[in-house]
């Protein structure tokens, strides 16, 4: 038997179909999951759906386990989620991750099709939201999320999601600022031209006291979060960026209304105005770029929100869906495959293999017997396991370990260039500025006075604050379009630092798919479908692959399932003992086969194998070729492809057979070293590897497949653009370096005429924004540049 | 020349209606989405939900 890889594409997902036999008319589906929400869609309809976008399907090979949503059914876990809830209409808004293109907008503006009760939903794009209004009493919101879910866009149940609200009154502050600015700018006019001070000195008063009372709500309305920002900044003993704002509009509205006052001149409510107004421009660009970029990593949304509480008599095995929150000590709970252990808890009964990888990066599967203490953030690979409840969540081991986790990033944070920059042209500004001060003050107070703020004002690090973020949005933007995500604007830096590069072979260099072919096997039809469910308890990229080609949906009854790192995996399944692994651990010789191979135990008999032939990705030349950084590979396979991997490594730099612990040493040692590796893996199975590394690139092959440790996700028909990618995020980081290195000079020779008092703080004011605008197009078109030189498009 | 000063009242009310005006659109949440409207105008069937695949429809529905 022998089966190639078709290369029809899947009608509802567009990928390639590994057989034909899941079909419907004319059309070939990959799995049940995509036929399925084929026929809903069919139904109704809407296959409208398909001619909108190319690539508009999710696709849909985990199957949704049928309880997963009962805890909506209680009333008070699911009143949360609701924005509004009365007899007939209730509203909710969900975030689905999944939404990608004008298809998935078309479809689920069209709920109301599919789903009666369902009077509207309205998608906000950029947000990935929908906020949908349905009546209660036809639909229930668990049949709701359920019926999203089948479709493929399953919603994220975090009620935690940041709300909107800030940036409004960014958008009020900005309208406030932007009409004072103008109406000051017109009353300013006399003085502009001249025209004032001894015939008209009327108006002029007048003038200036209307410029005086629009200028307070400039103040004290639209530069309130500078000052929010400042004050919280000098709490924690730190000069950050707002702080020299803070004290240059401050100092030029006092001395503005000095003068005001004592008939001294008009004031500079012009300039003050203009220069909140150009700030809180750019807070808001950077803010939006911020919000369409950001890479939802709430920690609460690993966890699942609810977990299912059983009661304590065996006989009685009732059990109902509680809130996390609400979850007390001595209860028990269920976790079934692939769920997180919410709290730390004893395990009663059931085998556990948890998965810690998620708390401490080592991907090995600990075996707990019963009665230990199961920590929580564990997640369990195997059959269902019961707990009870030994510590409220709120007291966990976890949040306080991810805290310190947190505290880390912050202290790591301030390294960065432009933070460094940014806190020491701070520190600098604000001593230049107050040593001129009191060089003036014994000679000419006023023009002391007046030297102070022309020096805070001009070399205004405004734009500082905006240029490395908007920079580095740029460029995630960028990138994402080319199938790489980034975890947040900084990793651009990270990347740019990176000075070797360490890869994994299986799933990472190799396609996500492989030849399979059965060399020999007694299996009969039923064998091959608990296989098949057998291969979905795990996540090896190996199992993956055989779960696929056994076209397997989820196993139906309890399994019991322990993995043996590096050898396969041993399973109790209806009554039969299975032993899946590689040819070495089961049958002790290797053999004289070249390729990879999976071998299968039934019962302690060796029943079939199977030869795994992992393919090379078809652009690895495009990739390796032409790229000059230093390079290693750690796979943990036998050396059955050396020679073709020599093409593209150093001999020296080739290891096989590395466990994921040795990976991680590797990496350990680099880092010690002083070097900056990048390790580019298999975001599952190398998750230790990728945390411990400078940087660590998940290579997937379904985005949506979630990886904690990572600092970047990448598709793996991207990969070749590696060496792009890194070019690219270097430019990038020149690119920001040069604009600033313009910003230091510019700001310094206008200094100099600042510092000497020659500068009016107005010429200041708007010699700042033309400085800005300078590092801004330099940072666009500079991005864009690169952007296009490297093909990221 | 005391006109202007009536001129410059009227010009502030002015101004300040616009304010008003944006506002307001902030608030019935008109900037909250930017692009999604962009995609919803190519949407061509907003009447019927009869779409380009009719024979599904005369068979279905």
């Not at chain 1, 709500?217 to 020299?244: C, S, T």
């Not at chain 1, 998620?358 to 059959?383: D, K, L, W, Y």
Request: charged share 20%.
């Amino acid at each position: 038997m022998k089966k190639t890889i078709q290369t029809t594409a899947c009608f509802h997902c567009g990928d390639a179909c590994r057989s034909d036999s899941i079909r419907l008319g004319e059309h070939v589906f990959c799995c049940e999951g995509c036929k399925t929400v084929y026929q809903i869609l069919e139904q109704n309809a809407l296959c409208q759906y398909y001619t909108m976008d190319d690539k508009a399907g999710l696709k849909m090979d985990k199957p949704l386990s049928p309880g997963k949503y009962a805890f909506l059914d209680n009333p008070e876990l699911s009143a949360p989620l609701f924005q509004f809830k009365k007899e007939t209409t209730a509203r909710v808004q969900f975030f689905i991750p999944e939404m990608h293109c004008a298809s998935c907008i078309w479809l689920l503006e069209r709920l109301y099709k599919l789903l009666p009760g369902v009077m509207e939903s309205r998608v906000n794009f950029d947000r990935k939201e929908v906020a949908i209004q349905f009546n209660p009493e036809e639909v229930s919101i668990r049949q709701l999320v359920e019926k999203l879910s089948a479709l493929g866009y399953e919603p994220s149940l975090n009620a935690n999601r940041e709300e909107k609200k800030d940036s409004k009154a960014l958008l009020y502050r900005l309208g406030v600022a932007g009409f004072c600015a103008g109406n000051i700018m017109l009353f300013s006019f006399p003085e502009y031209l001249g025209m004032d001070t001894q015939s008209k000195e009327d108006f002029a008063s007048v003038f200036q006291w209307l410029n005086v009372s629009l200028s307070l709500p400039v103040m004290f309305f639209a530069a309130q979060p500078f000052f929010i920002q400042a004050w919280k900044g000098l709490k924690h003993r730190n000069l950050n960026i707002d702080f020299p704002l803070a004290l240059g509009i401050s100092a030029l509205f006092i001395r503005s209304i000095f003068e005001v006052v004592f008939h001294w001149g008009p004031g500079f409510f012009d300039s003050l105005s203009a220069l909140v107004f150009f700030l809180l421009i750019g807070r808001w660009l950077q803010d939006r770029a911020y919000e369409s970029l950001s890479f939802d990593r709430d920690f609460k949304s690993y966890f699942p929100l609810a977990v299912e509480v059983i009661s304590e008599e065996e006989t009685n095995m009732e059990s109902a869906y509680v809130a996390i929150g609400a979850l007390k000590v001595n209860q028990c709970i269920r976790v079934r495959n692939q769920e997180l252990v919410p709290a730390d808890s004893l395990l009663l009964d059931g085998k556990a293999y948890i998965d810690y990888s998620f708390v401490n990066g080592e991907s090995e599967i600990e075996e707990m017997p019963v009665g230990s203490m199961i920590h929580a953030g564990g997640r369990q690979v195997g059959g269902a396991i019961n707990l009870r409840v030994a510590r409220p969540v709120s007291e966990s081991y976890l949040s306080a370990l991810w805290n310190q986790e947190e505290k880390m990033e912050g202290e790591e944070r301030i390294k960065t260039f432009s933070d460094l920059v940014g806190r020491y042209f701070t520190i600098a500004l604000v001593l230049i500025a107050l040593a001129t001060l009191l060089y003036w003050l014994p000679i000419n107070p006023y023009k002391a006075f007046y030297a102070f703020t022309a020096v805070l004002i001009v070399a205004c690090p405004c734009v500082l604050v905006v240029a490395a973020p908007f920079a580095f949005g740029n460029a995630m933007r960028w990138l994402a379009k080319k199938g790489i995500y980034l975890k947040n604007p900084d990793t651009v830096e990270k990347v740019a630092r990176v000075d070797e590069v360490v890869f994994d072979k299986t799933g990472t260099l190799t396609e996500g798919s492989a030849h399979i072919e059965e060399l020999y096997g007694v299996l009969n039809s039923a064998d091959k479908t608990r296989l098949g469910e057998l291969f979905t308890q795990s996540s090896h990229p190996v199992s993956r692959m055989m779960a696929r080609y056994f076209s397997a949906s989820a196993a139906s009854n309890p399994i019991s399932i322990k993995e043996f790192t590096g050898k396969g995996f041993e399973a109790n399944y209806l009554g039969d003992t299975w032993r899946i692994g590689s040819r070495k651990w089961l049958v002790g010789q290797v053999g004289d086969i070249v390729s990879s191979s999976v071998c299968i135990e039934k019962n302690a008999k060796l029943v079939a194998e199977f030869s795994i032939n992992w393919k090379f990705r078809s652009d690895l030349d495009d990739l390796f070729l032409d790229w000059e950084l230093p390079r290693s590979l750690y796979s943990g396979d036998h050396a059955s492809s050396r020679e073709i991997l020599e093409r593209w490594f150093e001999k020296e730099a080739i290891h096989f057979e590395c466990s994921p612990e040795m990976k991680l040493e590797v990496l350990k040692e680099k880092r010690e070293s002083g070097h900056f590796p990048m390790m580019v893996g298999d975001g599952l199975n190398d998750a230790g590897a990728l945390k411990e590394a400078w940087l660590g690139v998940a290579i997937t092959e379904d985005v949506h497949a979630f990886t904690p440790a990572c600092d970047v996700i990448m598709v793996g028909k991207s990969i070749h653009e590696l060496p792009n990618f890194v070019r690219f995020c270097r430019n990038t980081l020149k690119t920001v370096k040069f604009s600033f290195l313009f910003s230091l000079v510019y700001n310094l020779v206008w200094m100099t005429f600042a510092v000497r008092g020659e500068l009016q703080p107005i010429l200041a004011a708007l010699l700042m924004p033309i400085s800005s605008i300078t590092v801004f197009s330099i940072n666009t078109l500079g991005i864009r540049y690169f952007a296009r030189k490297e093909a990221i498009q | 020349m005391k006109i202007i000063l009536l001129l410059i009242g009227c010009s502030l009310v002015l101004a300040v209606g616009f304010l008003i005006a944006f506002i307001w659109s902030v608030k019935s949440g008109q900037i909250d989405d930017t692009t999604t409207p962009a995609y919803r105008i190519l949407d061509d069937d907003g009447t019927t939900g009869l779409s380009s695949d009719e024979p599904l429809v005369d068979s279905k529905s």
